[in-house]
């Protein structure tokens, strides 16, 4: 493997994505210089993985539950209430199990595109209940809700939504589906995530083959999420992001962490399956470039935390521009009268 493509494809794709931004762009200008949707994610395929993960999937998996956690955290900020909440897509599991009462939930509706991932979540809940929750499972897309129109208190997706086609689309949905004065938390995966994978696997696509193909899905990036949630009409919109740092074995241990966590790759203008050759190098790109001391490599996760209100007349809203009636002059002047004294 020769050093200077190494480096030369290294700097390509950490300086801010944009060959991958270009190659897995879900918008593009039509005639009209509007933007036309494009479907660049196979939803029967990822059906499918989420039905295989759910044979796979451990019965707590570290990082997992560390997003769950952190994003449920946010319930034990909010004074109210929240009686009847949807979970859909994603962690569904571990969700239900890091509840522990927060959020003061009476109703949990659990929705999945998956059956098997469905009948896991009944199966779960019946070896622990949650006391207190009437549970509810429902087969349902994230895409097309089959929600009743203001009926809920709460909307969460962990881990789900960054696999929709319309990711605008689906947060409106969500947004309809709550009530007046409703929340909605959702945990996604960010753009710099498995940055080592797409560095190594780039690189070794080029040596090999001498081109790229679409091998890891296009994710949002952290300045677009707070568009999102405005394009959706949510109110008092936040964002904060984290980063979580996993280490494995070797390469290998990290493709099947994706398969059990469902996360295997679903574009629909995926390429032909990797071949020996590739696949080696890709392997051994990656151990040579980041591999520590101790011989375990290291995997990036980047999770975007977004949370959003339905519109409810109680709700603090800016004035209006120019309805000041005070001056940041005589603000200034009064302060500096206060430190000159």
């Not at 605008?168 to 753009?191: C, E, N, S, T, V």
């Not at 568009?227 to 992001?241: E, H, I, Q």
């Amino acid at each position: 493997m020769r050093t200077s493509s190494i480096k030369y494809w290294q700097r390509r794709l950490l300086a801010g994505g944009g060959i991958w931004k270009r190659l897995y762009s879900t918008e593009f200008a039509d005639d009209a210089g509007q933007s036309s949707k494009v479907k660049i994610f196979d939803r029967h395929l990822k059906q499918k993985q989420r039905d295989r993960a759910a044979w796979l999937m451990q019965p707590k998996d570290s990082l997992v539950d560390a997003v769950a956690e952190n994003l449920l955290d946010r319930l034990e900020d909010c004074k109210r209430t929240f009686p009847t909440t949807l979970c859909m897509g994603g962690s569904l599991e571990a969700v239900r199990r890091l509840l522990r009462g927060r959020g003061g939930i009476e109703k949990l509706i659990m929705m999945d595109t998956s059956n098997d991932m469905v009948k896991l979540c009944k199966n779960a809940e019946m070896r622990m209940p949650n006391e207190n929750i009437e549970t509810s499972y429902v087969v349902g897309d994230e895409e097309f809700l089959p929600i009743k129109e203001s009926s809920l208190d709460l909307v969460i997706s962990c881990l789900g939504l960054h696999w929709t086609n319309d990711l605008p689309g689906a947060m409106i949905q969500a947004r309809l589906a709550l009530k007046p004065d409703g929340l909605f938390l959702a945990a996604i995966l960010g753009g710099d995530t498995l940055k080592e994978l797409r560095i190594a696997c780039t690189v070794a696509q080029m040596e090999r083959e001498g081109g790229i193909s679409p091998r890891l899905s296009p994710l949002a990036q952290v300045r677009d999420a707070g568009n999102l949630l405005t394009r959706a009409g949510f109110m008092l919109p936040g964002v904060d992001v984290d980063e979580y740092t996993v280490r494995y074995k070797n390469p290998l241990e990290l493709i099947e962490h994706l398969r059990a966590m469902g996360e295997s790759n679903a574009l629909i203008h995926r390429g032909k399956i990797l071949n020996r050759e590739t696949a080696l190098a890709t392997a051994a790109v990656y151990e040579s470039m980041f591999a520590a001391e101790d011989g375990t490599v290291p995997a990036t996760f980047q999770v975007i935390y977004m949370t959003g209100w339905r519109e409810h007349p109680s709700q603090q809203k800016a004035k209006q521009r120019g309805s000041a009636t005070i001056s940041f002059k005589d603000i200034q002047k009064q302060f500096g009268q206060s430190d000159e004294r």
